[in-house]
């Protein structure tokens, strides 16, 4: 009998991989197969950590977790040990010495088999990879090394209530306290912030006044949980995972010279280098989570029988599978270049591809999850086969990071030179 999805991680794309990146998907779908069951087994509707649980050592924190949150905290430090979580950082702050295509292999092998790791797109993808690049050695020391063996964890802090997808519009700023202490004040508001409850500190993005100019530019600041005058609010979502979701404000907090990251002049590239690989893992986030639910699909598909023959033996049933397989496979080929691009270090590549490979995943997965869905019928919505769950989530993949619209935008101008409509 051919290997299911759920059965066999190497496909056809990843026959274009090496074989240290083949063992790695292996490596990852075993750990993730272990953990899978408790996953979708245990309650993950609960209220988790609440604003003062602190961090804990990794994803979940501590007080109070649900039964799923303690499993998420097990997996990240289990990842942990394994070096995954840290793949991608440089092997002098104790990283793998990888790259942004190695730590995507192990994120979508995780949701594959059913248990993904949302905090991956973030702590060592996003930030700790501006860190590595852009941060200065005290940075690299303070945070690295933590963020590569699980012990801590960053949020990112972009979106703002009323600027949306419009970055331009950011109004958080950064100025410098004027005790000339070379202390900055930083006021703004942040929403849609995941994970700020189990984050050591979030990676704030602002704007600070350029002092030739006057002119506001971007500046992207480390802003530890604890500091004095930074609050959040967790944020009541339909979706129901175990990381939360959070509004952030803080009006003239004070941070110290030394929490501004890399040069200040080069804020606008620095944002770029984290946005590239967190497009980069929420396509790999989307291409796990649609492998998962094809594969439930394609097991039903074949056991289930109500005629002669299994469902699946129906073109009906068996041609819209394979169509979400193939889909699937082409989203992955193109974020597999989105990130050996990044990696190569072409950046400009890397934006376009990495774009397309956020576009490509999340409406493959829309669809692969959509199918499953209809495939199993009433099964498909019951707690059971944990696939009705998938349905929000997989539509989130659409919306963020960036919206589809958004990247449309960004492919029209970028790459077919079509002129701005704004």
């Known amino acids: ?31 993730g197969a272990r953990y899978a069951r408790d996953f979708f087994a245990a309650d993950g509707t609960g209220s988790g950590p609440g604003p003062d649980s602190g961090p804990g050592p990794g994803p979940g924190g501590k007080g109070e977790p649900t039964t799923k949150t303690r499993h998420i905290q097990d997996l990240w430090q289990e990842a942990a040990k394994l070096g995954y979580l840290g793949i991608n950082l440089p092997e002098e702050y104790g990283g793998g010495g990888a790259g942004i295509s190695e730590l995507a292999i192990v994120l979508e092998e995780l949701g594959a088999a059913g248990c ?65 202490s070379g202390d900055w004040l930083l006021t703004g508001r942040k ?46 979502m339909e979706l129901h995972a175990a990381e939360k979701q959070f509004e952030l404000s803080f009006d003239d907090i004070r941070l110290p010279a030394e929490a501004l990251v890399g040069d200040e002049d080069a804020g606008l590239l620095q944002l770029f280098a984290g946005l590239n690989p967190e497009r980069i893992m929420s396509a790999a986030f989307a291409l796990g989570m649609g492998r998962f639910a094809l594969a439930k699909a394609v097991d039903y598909a074949r056991t ?67 199918q499953a869905v209809h495939t199993l019928g009433g099964n498909g919505l019951t707690k059971e086969y944990g696939l009705a769950q998938l349905v929000t989530a997989a539509r989130v993949a659409r919306i963020a990071p960036v919206s589809r619209e958004m990247i449309l935008n960004y492919v029209s101008h970028q790459s077919l030179g079509l002129p701005k409509s704004y």
Not at 139 to 161: C, Y
Request: glycine share 8%; aromatic share 4%.
């Open 304 to 370: 289930r029988q109500v005629w002669k023959a299994p469902i699946g033996a129906h073109q009906a049933i068996a041609h819209p599978l394979a169509q979400a397989h193939i889909e699937l496979e082409l989203a992955r080929l193109m974020t597999q270049k989105a990130a050996r691009l990044y990696d190569a270090g072409d950046d400009i590549g890397a934006g376009e591809a990495a774009n397309m490979a956020k576009y490509a995943a999340a409406e493959a997965n829309v669809r692969a999850v959509d």
């Open 116 to 180: 993904p790791l949302l905090m991956l797109v973030v702590s060592p993808s996003i930030c700790g990879t501006v860190i590595a690049r852009f941060g200065t050695e005290e940075q690299k020391r303070q945070w690295l090394p933590g963020l590569a063996d699980g012990s801590r964890v960053m949020s990112f802090g972009i979106t703002e209530p009323d600027a949306g997808s419009n970055s331009h519009r950011i109004t958080t700023t950064g100025r410098r306290a004027p005790d000339g």
């Open 191 to 236: 929403v849609f912030i995941s994970g700020v409850d189990i984050s050591d500190a979030t990676l704030i993005v602002g704007r600070a006044e350029d002092s030739r100019t006057g002119k506001l530019k971007p500046c992207l600041f480390i802003v530890p949980r604890d500091t004095p005058g930074f609050e959040y609010r967790q944020i009541d």
């Open 1 to 31: 009998m051919p290997a299911s999805p759920s059965s066999s991680a190497v496909t056809a794309s990843t026959a274009l991989e090496t074989d240290e990146h083949r063992a790695l998907r292996q490596a990852v779908a075993a750990l």
